[in-house]
């Protein structure tokens, strides 16, 4: 055989030997594959998506409070709701530890660009997907329905390309799963991983709670390892009271903050029934919030509205892991499955109660992941056909309904000039190093023009401030922010001029000066 042939097969061998790792990489970057299917959907180019053009308004305020972070290293200004100062150091309406991820990222992507904030969910959404396959080693057709779930759920890839921090938290769910599906593979239960998915459920569940009943898997975790049953009640109680202890941080990191947030909700009405101690009433209450969430799901099929979408995903699964707890003969997956169907009960009645039920598309979110990456690699190929033909209808049936939460930030018909914008409230709005107040700014939380927001100087805040609050502070003289930043041709914008001093004025927007006026 001549050394052209030789050479030529071992060409072809490695050819095929890497051909195998194809379908991974395609996996691992299933984020792009959705963003051009989010961009054909809505019929524009990716050249027309415009992250400055967000209508999503928590976008401006985690942009806001990493480059915060990055820039001070502690608030400058007080991120608040209807101005109650959260305790430190929270940053927001949830906690700093919401923040931190990104704040690391940022040392990779930069602060500069605009859109570092999804650059960096999809980075997290990349790495997880690697060390989803590092730890729970799907097959080659498995990583076939993964991708297809990962391209075709369209509401989990727009939160992945967006500011938002669901991003971050699928991302740590999809490295949890993976955990888990290794544990459920290997004999010898490693508690070094335990400790891993440990960490990272009690870390995310520190700045939302409802994770923590992810921690289900690793106590199912430990008391399936081989260690002695000391061994075991230590592990387990350590677990129990690190769960107190993160949720108990949650109340102090946000103190009155939190507490007036939810008071609109069901949290401080639940927890007044907790301390009657009227059972019949608590019982009533619970029914009752489940007959409104479902109420809200139905009306969902005709408003067009998220939630049908994920709570049918939702929903599907749990129907495909109940047939895969009946069917599984082992013990340890069957314990994981049941575990997997406790968890998501728990945090959908956990939403509904103590949150709110038309949240349920972002905070079920989690579940419907983490439980799709379960699925794919646990169910056989024909349940896994039969899902892909489900999420296949909802996909088809998402944009024709003309969902209003996914199409992407596209470009204003209006040019705007952001660097103008920058200088000139630059000039205008001056850090204080002695009162946060001072650089803190109060609004009604705007639907339209968020773009405007994004120029204001890092060191300024945001106080999100529903407009009856605004009103009475105004017409009591009780406003805590020095700024206060309103639309042109509105109610507010009377009641300021009468009071206090405009300072700037452009694209329809006021901001004044709490300097009352001679």
Not at 312 to 331: A, D, P, R, Y
Not at 389 to 395: D, E, G, P, T, Y
Not at 479 to 503: G, P
Request: charged residues 20%; contains cysteine; glycine residues 6%.
């Amino acid at each position: 055989m001549s050394l052209w042939k030789e050479a030529e097969i071992e060409m072809i061998a490695k050819i095929r030997n890497y051909k195998k790792y194809i379908p991974y990489f395609l996996f691992f970057i299933t984020p792009v594959f959705a963003l051009l299917l989010l961009c054909i959907i809505q019929r524009i180019s990716l050249f027309e998506i415009d992250w400055w053009n967000s209508t999503w308004n928590d976008e401006v305020i985690y942009h806001k409070i990493v480059k915060m972070m990055r820039e001070y290293g502690y608030p400058t200004g007080v991120c608040s709701y209807n101005e109650i100062e959260p305790q430190y150091p929270a940053y927001g309406t949830w906690i700093i530890t919401a923040y931190i991820p990104y704040w690391l990222f940022s040392f990779l992507t930069g602060i500069h660009t605009h859109g570092f904030m999804v650059i960096a969910n999809v980075l997290m959404v990349v790495i997880a997907n690697i060390a989803f396959c590092l730890l729970a080693r799907p097959k080659g057709w498995q990583i076939f329905f993964l991708s297809m779930f990962s391209i075709l759920s369209l509401t989990y890839e727009r939160y992945v390309w967006s500011g938002m921090n669901e991003g971050s938290i699928c991302a740590m769910i999809i490295v949890v799963t993976g955990i888990i599906l290794r544990i459920m593979r290997d004999s010898e239960k490693d508690f070094l991983l335990l400790g891993a998915a440990s960490f990272l459920i009690l870390f995310f569940g520190i700045s939302r709670p409802f994770l923590l009943a992810f921690l289900l898997y690793v106590w199912g975790g430990v008391w399936l390892s081989r260690k002695n049953k000391t061994s075991k009640w230590i592990y387990s109680g350590i677990l129990f009271f690190l769960a107190i202890g993160a949720l108990l941080l949650y109340f102090y990191l946000a103190n009155t903050h939190s507490a007036k947030f939810f008071h609109s909700n069901g949290m401080t009405y639940f927890g007044e029934l907790l301390q009657k101690g009227d059972i019949k009433q608590i019982i009533e209450w619970i029914y009752q919030c489940n007959i409104d969430a479902v109420k809200l799901i139905l009306e969902s099929c005709t408003i067009k509205q998220g939630i049908i979408y994920v709570v049918s995903g939702f929903l599907i699964e749990c129907v495909l892991l109940v047939i895969l707890c009946i069917k599984e003969k082992e013990k340890a997956k069957k314990i994981f499955l049941a575990a997997s169907l406790i968890i998501g009960l728990a945090i959908y009645e956990a939403v509904i109660i103590l949150y709110l039920p038309g949240k349920m598309d972002r905070m079920l979110l989690v579940c419907v992941v983490g439980f799709a990456y379960m699925i794919c690699v646990m169910a056989g190929k024909k349940m896994n056909i039969v899902y892909l033909c489900l999420q296949i209808v909802c996909f088809i049936l998402l944009p024709v309904s003309k969902e209003e939460s996914l199409p992407l930030p596209v470009k204003a018909e209006k040019a705007v000039d952001y660097g103008f914008l920058q200088d000139s409230l630059e000039e205008v709005l001056d850090f204080s190093e002695n009162d946060r107040w001072d650089n803190t700014v109060a609004l009604v939380p705007p639907n339209v023009d968020l773009h405007l927001l994004y120029c204001f100087p890092t060191h300024t805040a945001f106080g999100m401030c529903t407009e009856d609050y605004l009103k009475n502070a105004i017409i009591t003289d009780s406003l805590k922010s020095k700024y206060i930043y309103v639309e042109e041709d509105s109610e507010l914008n009377n009641l300021c001029a009468e009071k206090y001093l405009s300072i700037w004025k452009q694209e329809g927007y006021v901001i004044y000066e709490k300097t009352y006026n001679q």
